[in-house]
């Protein structure tokens, strides 16, 4: 694959044009995580431009500069990011000051690497918080109902799941997505120990 692609959202879906011909991510030699998050993009982006905030619209178009990065990286040259809500279009990829220069000439900041020791201790924070409190309301539920205990953990885990799912690749809500996540995980294990251990 080569140079001179724009990376557009259209009706819910992440498009890729050069010389004014649409193309679909999944049909070119691309890893299909990155396609699956384009097309996810466009997906997002087209839900906030119903009506959500302008804040939330700035997110998604940062995340389309992510992609756009990533997609810049995967082909070794430049991709026009056209973002979905001001139609500005931005040059991604290599450049001679190794950052991206928008239309009108203002530099776009590179994605910042990721902060991995301050996420995971989120992570691990709202893991601890999550299991402590599941593993405490589970205890005084069991000792009424162990049916109850089981129905509540399951109502509180479906409750959660969307959540975690939409935040997995948000760039700060994610280490509390993954921590609920392992929070729910180690609290059904402790329970499940628990009914194993001796009582």
């Known amino acids: 694959m080569d140079t001179g692609w724009e990376l557009h959202a259209r009706s819910g879906r992440a498009v890729l044009v050069r010389g004014g011909a649409e193309h679909d991510p999944a049909r070119l030699r691309l890893p299909e995580a990155l396609v699956a998050a384009l097309h996810e993009w466009a997906g997002v982006a087209e839900l906030v431009q119903t009506g959500e905030s302008a804040q939330t619209g700035e997110i998604v178009s940062r995340r389309g500069r992510q992609l756009a990065v990533r997609l810049a990286a995967e082909t070794g040259g430049r991709v026009g990011y056209v973002d979905p809500f001001s139609g500005e279009l931005a040059q991604i990829g290599q450049t001679r000051s190794a950052h991206a220069i928008s239309r009108r000439g203002r530099p776009i900041a590179p994605v910042p690497p990721t902060p991995w020791a301050t996420g995971l201790t989120i992570s691990a924070i709202v893991a601890?918080?999550?299991?402590?409190?599941?593993?405490?309301?589970?205890?005084?539920?069991?000792?009424?109902?162990?049916?109850?205990?089981?129905f509540v953990n399951v109502a509180i885990a479906a409750g959660f799941a969307p959540s975690i799912w939409l935040g997995r690749n948000v760039p700060i809500w994610r280490w509390v997505a993954f921590g609920t996540a392992a929070g729910l995980v180690v609290s059904w294990i402790t329970g499940i120990l628990s009914l194993l251990g001796p009582g």
């Open 128 to 150: 601890v918080i999550v299991a402590v409190t599941l593993a405490v309301v589970s205890q005084g539920l069991a000792d009424v109902s162990g049916v109850l205990a089981v």
